[in-house]
């Protein structure tokens, strides 16, 4: 996981507790980045760069990656929120 800041962007412990979890989720059902990529009609460099933190997932890209993976969007949003802090 990417530990240093990028140029514009902010990265919290959170969110690269966010990112693991998809990445974990991906590797749970299987796929590779390029699978993924593929089933989301996306380049596979849309997937290295967010897991990677070098993009930010906006809420409807979560929810389809969330589809395409076949995990139910609330469950994981809990878990997301169960391990947010306080503040940021």
């Not at 590779?32 to 596979?44: F, I, N, R, T």
């Amino acid at each position: 996981m990417a530990d240093h800041i990028l140029a514009g962007t902010v990265h919290t412990e959170a969110y690269s507790k966010f990112l693991k979890a998809l990445v974990d989720l991906r590797c749970e059902v299987g796929l590779s980045q390029a699978q993924l990529a593929k089933k989301l009609g996306k380049p596979p460099s849309f997937i290295g760069k967010y897991e990677l933190g070098e993009r930010r997932l906006d809420v409807i890209e979560l929810l389809l990656i969330l589809k395409v993976l076949e995990r139910d969007s609330c469950s994981f949003i809990k878990v997301i929120d169960s391990q947010l802090p306080d503040r940021l």
